[in-house]
């Protein structure tokens, strides 16, 4: 089975996971049978189909994180002074969600590649996929805020809110990419 | 004979280099790199996504209705923290095993285009960026202009590229 991924500087996997006799089976069955499906194997035959993927993948990570900075570095009053949140908003917000789609299809494309490295109980990949889910939700939640008022994002008596907001949303996108890069080294099992 | 001798050179640095004591504890430790590594690919993101800002309002094809000073104004502070942070999780990571490193033609090559892309940013701010005034606002940036945002947008591509490769020729499988 073919394995890109990394190992620490030595190269060995981190981490051997205890597995429980009836837990997730389900998912390991299916992450199986997913490795033995036709799509899986030619992915894997035609090697430059991975590499290329990631490399799309980590192109819109950096378009996803610039984005997200330069939304967070407007709150905090920092950057773009000269635009409006919402003008910023307007201009950046669209990239962000365009790097979330790349980031699907070509996450979704490494998983049909190698399932096993993700879908065989990852703890970094569970927690990735989490952590992914509520950074959506806090996406939407910030759009809709915007949307509906305005001024509280341009409100300087809820300035340190709006600033604690955005810092932690950056640092959360942060750690979605670092938990990311962890699921190499815990794709044993 | 001068050539052999310089790379000889090289070649003990190196070696002195994965020798040391913080080399050897990131190496052996089990977070030590993969942390370093992950901070790493979050610095270089925001380098290529920050500077890709700059270069596409260089290249006239972003954020027109802002003037190209403002832009940079933005941006460049952006883009030096995150490459101060990248450089150094770069340097610790090389330390670990830096004679293989050194040998490896993905890592050789993003260094030559890290060099040309210092190169090219040299050249637009000694040169090029003088005029700025002239075309600040309002009308298009001058070729010089748009050719060192495509050649740097390019380069970083490259750098983030190869830096990948690295990955998958160091520790294959």
Same mark, same amino acid.
């Given at each position: 089975m073919l394995s890109v991924g990394l190992g620490n500087a030595s190269g060995k996997c981190l981490w051997k996971r205890p597995r429980?006799? +009836?837990?997730?089976v389900e998912m390991h069955e299916f992450a199986q049978w997913l490795a033995g499906t036709a799509l899986s194997h030619q992915i894997q035959i035609a090697g430059w189909v991975i590499p290329l993927s990631q490399t799309i993948h980590i192109l819109a990570v950096a378009m996803l994180l610039s984005s997200m900075l330069f939304i967070d570095l407007r709150i905090l009053g920092v950057?773009?002074?000269?635009?409006t949140m919402a003008q910023l908003s307007h201009r950046f917000v669209p990239w962000v969600w365009t790097s979330l789609i790349l980031l699907a299809l070509t996450g979704t494309l490494q998983i049909v590649a190698e399932p096993m490295r993700t879908l065989n109980g990852n703890p970094m990949f569970q927690v990735k996929m989490l952590m992914l889910a509520f950074g959506i939700v806090v996406l939407l939640s910030f759009q809709s805020s915007l949307r509906r008022h305005t001024s509280f994002w341009d409100d300087p008596r809820r300035r340190t809110l709006t600033r604690i907001l955005a810092g932690s949303s950056f640092l959360l996108w942060c750690a979605i990419v670092i938990t990311g890069r962890w699921i190499a080294y815990f794709q044993g099992a | 004979m001068k050539q052999e001798v310089d790379v000889q050179f090289l070649t003990e640095l190196c070696g002195w280099l994965e020798g040391t004591a913080l080399a050897t504890w990131i190496a052996e430790s089990w977070w030590a790199f993969p942390t370093i590594e992950s901070l790493h690919v979050v610095a270089i993101t925001l380098v290529v996504g920050s500077i890709a800002v700059a270069d596409l309002r260089l290249l006239g094809l972003?954020?027109?209705? /802002?003037?190209v000073t403002d832009v940079l104004r933005d941006v460049l502070p952006m883009t030096w923290v995150a490459y101060a942070v990248a450089l150094l999780c770069g340097a610790l990571l090389f330390i670990t095993q830096a004679t293989k490193y050194i040998d490896n033609s993905a890592f050789q090559i993003k260094m030559l285009l890290m060099l040309l892309a210092g190169a090219n940013m040299l050249a637009f701010e000694l040169? +090029?960026? /003088?005029?700025?005034?002239?075309?600040? /606002?309002g009308v298009p940036v001058p070729l010089a202009g748009q050719l060192a945002g495509a050649v740097s947008l390019a380069c970083w591509l490259g750098i983030l590229v190869f830096g990948r490769q690295i990955g998958w020729t160091m520790y294959p499988g």
């Open positions: 429980r006799e +009836t837990e997730g950057a773009a002074k000269s635009e | 972003a954020w027109r209705s /802002r003037p040169i +090029t960026f /003088r005029s700025v005034s002239k075309w600040d /606002r």
